[in-house]
């Protein structure tokens, strides 16, 4: 599994890359492989309203449903159309083609409360215990 | 207690990713469930189903006991023969769906669900009408070698003349060393074969099957392709999409249940069920927007819920949301619409024919 030094994770497996003042928004490689091939992803419309810690969207594998929520408060800016039609790139390539939205940050301090690449592996390492 | 089958070492070994269900620990995939889903489609597959259980009915009694517990008629199967039906409570509920192969009339071998495996027993040993019945689900290890490559791979390792085994036809054999039950028989909608062997033979003849299979590109496969294969057939799984509070019926298993063949269990229900005709059907779909249904949730006929998603998947060779629900039967012909619930977004939903996978004509 990889984990990129340059994110922040939360404890429901999304990740977050700070871009100018937006954050982009994806999941996690341990999440992609724990849902296992992911076959539909609902998300939320550019102008949308996010709340840290709320949901913002649904991704579905061949077995499962699971939200996603968001590591940030804001508005989305962005989101990956594609993926709509290849949400198998989620786990081809979750942290750069596997992009999920990007959000306008109203206060970026928020990020600080987030997960560090070391802090996150240790948070799976103990969830799988 | 989560069971295991005799071949939980090999899965875990082989890192297949494990869950439970239905009281088992099983493999519900090994590299991916599209994967293994195209590797049946395409090639072949292999799957450890030995967590379904093995009811015998044995005596002068077998036959006629057995007549007088399922839905289908066994009269007209002949020995070597296989054949799918249900077991019914007077009710005209069902107690499961099974397969029967019929070895002889005093030999008749139940293959029943994981799930159902005791209450099948109970049942069935409740109501033996002097038949002996015996539950030999603990004794027995059943694999399934599925898709269009399953002959020439099983042929590599029998001398049974796998060419003169007809669909929903078995013979004893060896394969690969290890006596064997092989049945033309399978839940994935492909040619294929169920083998069944004693359980402590079960490894050896599944790391037989996959080193024999591995030029062709056989893949071992678990319960997660095993749904969607069946679900595009519109197979129906006992616990989702039917069971005791629902009738064959209602479940479109109207084509084995024999109401003239004699006096059965639950015949005069469903009789009367089938003169007074059926509250809820259980009909094919596909979704016309977004979105995967899935089991649970609500069939919407303006705005209102008048039925249930029993099923539902991405239906990897079709790239198409599909499902099975129970409708009123004004909302059964194909072509109606209604919606699903999804979440509270109603989504849009068309009554197909199934199955909704139809197997490529093979060159």
């Known amino acids: 599994m990889n984990y990129p030094d340059d994110l922040k994770y939360t404890k429901e497996h999304e990740w977050c890359r700070v871009k100018g003042n937006r954050v982009v928004v994806g999941i996690t490689d341990h999440a992609q492989d724990a849902l296992g091939d992911i076959v539909y992803v609902e998300l939320p419309e550019v102008g949308d309203p996010v709340k840290k810690g709320e949901a913002f969207g649904v991704v579905e594998s061949t077995k499962a449903v699971s939200e996603l929520f968001s590591p940030v408060t804001g508005k989305v800016v962005e989101v990956n159309d594609p993926l709509s039609d290849a949400p198998e790139t989620i786990n081809e390539d979750p942290y750069e083609e596997g992009w999920m939205i990007q959000v306008e940050v109203a206060d970026f301090k928020e990020l600080d409360t987030l997960l560090d690449t070391a802090a996150y592996q240790k948070f799976i390492q103990e969830e799988s215990e | ?363």
């Open chain 2, 1 to 363: 207690m989560v069971q295991r089958t005799p071949l939980h070492d090999v899965h875990v070994r082989a890192g297949a990713r494990m869950v439970e269900f239905a009281g088992w620990d099983m493999p519900v995939q090994y590299e991916g469930i599209l994967a293994e889903h195209a590797a049946v489609r395409e090639r072949a597959g292999l799957f450890d189903v030995s967590h379904m259980g093995e009811v015998v009915f044995r005596g002068p009694k077998a036959l006629e006991s057995l007549q007088r517990l399922f839905t289908n008629d066994l009269s007209r199967c002949q020995d070597g023969q296989a054949q799918y039906g249900a077991l019914c409570r007077e009710s005209g509920g069902i107690v499961d769906d099974v397969v029967v192969y019929r070895r002889s009339a005093e030999d008749l071998l139940v293959c029943v669900n994981a799930s159902n495996r005791q209450k099948d027993y109970d049942w069935l040993h409740g109501h033996a009408f002097g038949a002996e019945v015996t539950n030999e689900s603990d004794a027995w290890g059943q694999l399934a070698l599925q898709g269009p490559r399953a002959p020439e791979i099983l042929q590599r390792l029998t001398s049974v003349r796998l060419s003169s085994v007809g669909t929903y036809r078995f013979t004893d054999g060896e394969v690969a060393g290890v006596r064997c039950l092989v049945a033309r028989t399978g839940y994935t909608g492909e040619d294929g074969f169920e083998l069944f062997c004693a359980a402590a033979d079960a490894p050896r003849l599944w790391a037989s099957l996959i080193e024999a299979g591995r030029p062709d590109g056989l893949r071992p496969c678990g319960l997660g392709a095993r749904d969607s294969l069946r679900l595009e057939m519109a197979y129906r799984l006992y616990g989702s999409d039917m069971d005791d509070a629902t009738t064959p019926l209602e479940a479109g298993l109207g084509w084995v249940v024999k109401l003239d063949k004699g006096a059965f269990m639950g015949r005069d229900a469903l009789l009367k069920q089938k003169e007074a005709g059926l509250s809820r059907k259980l009909v094919g779909f596909v979704l016309t927007e977004p979105g995967i249904s899935r089991h649970g949730h609500a069939v919407l006929q303006d705005g209102k819920p008048v039925g249930t998603v029993t099923s539902g998947t991405r239906s990897p060779s079709l790239g198409l949301s599909i499902g099975l629900a129970y409708v009123p039967p004004a909302l059964a012909a194909e072509g109606s619409t209604f919606a699903v619930d999804i979440r509270g977004r109603a989504a849009a939903a068309k009554v197909v024919k199934t199955p909704f996978y139809a197997k490529k004509t093979r060159a």
